[in-house]
């Protein structure tokens, strides 16, 4: 067998094991990087709602150490997903990005799973959902039933109507009928 030289692996997962105690360890800084855990500080943060348009959302992730290889959820009804690293407040974009395979081919409703392969430890990730569906249901010549629906849940979703006769503005009433 060849002696390998100025190579690269990549290692995805490991388990191990310690099953002997080792004395006398003189190098202190590699049981502190072992023994290091990664510190993942996330947030989610929905943009404008309006009704028929697709809805933007904003993830920031903050590490607490430069990290390659991180997984990242995302629902399964994202799109138009454009990640970048920050790196002294500016944004660069990330190219080596991959979807994770699910196992066994099965396609989770619940996420959607990105592999950022670069070294990052600020990132953001812009991405779209769906818009939200509007139906309407005239009751009468002075009601109307109104149901914004979506398989997300979204907060302050912009919606109009019109009128079916004209109404003077201290006649109209609004109500709320299922606030989730």
């Not at 692996?9 to 502190?32: A, K, P």
């Not at 454009?82 to 099965?106: M, P």
Request: net charge negative.
């Amino acid at each position: 067998m060849g002696n390998l030289t100025n190579s690269t692996i990549n290692i995805d997962y490991i388990t191990y094991e310690i099953t002997e105690l080792i004395e006398n360890i003189t190098n202190q800084s590699n049981i502190t990087e072992a023994n290091a855990t990664l510190e993942i500080n996330e947030t989610l943060e929905q943009e404008f709602a309006e009704i028929g348009k697709p809805v933007k959302w904003r993830k920031t992730i903050n590490l607490n150490k430069n990290a390659t290889n991180i997984t990242i959820n995302l629902t399964s009804y994202a799109s138009n997903i454009r990640l970048n690293k920050i790196i002294n407040n500016q944004k660069h974009e990330i190219s080596k990005v991959k979807e994770k395979a699910k196992e066994f081919g099965l396609q989770s409703l619940e996420n959607k799973e990105i592999v950022v392969e670069e070294e990052i430890k600020d990132l953001e990730i812009a991405y779209e959902t769906p818009a939200q569906i509007k139906t309407e249901q005239i009751l009468d010549n002075n009601k109307k039933k109104i149901t914004v629906s979506s398989d997300i849940s979204y907060q302050n979703i912009l919606t109009y109507t019109t009128l079916e006769t004209e109404a003077i503005k201290e006649n109209i009433r609004l109500y709320c009928l299922n606030p989730e």
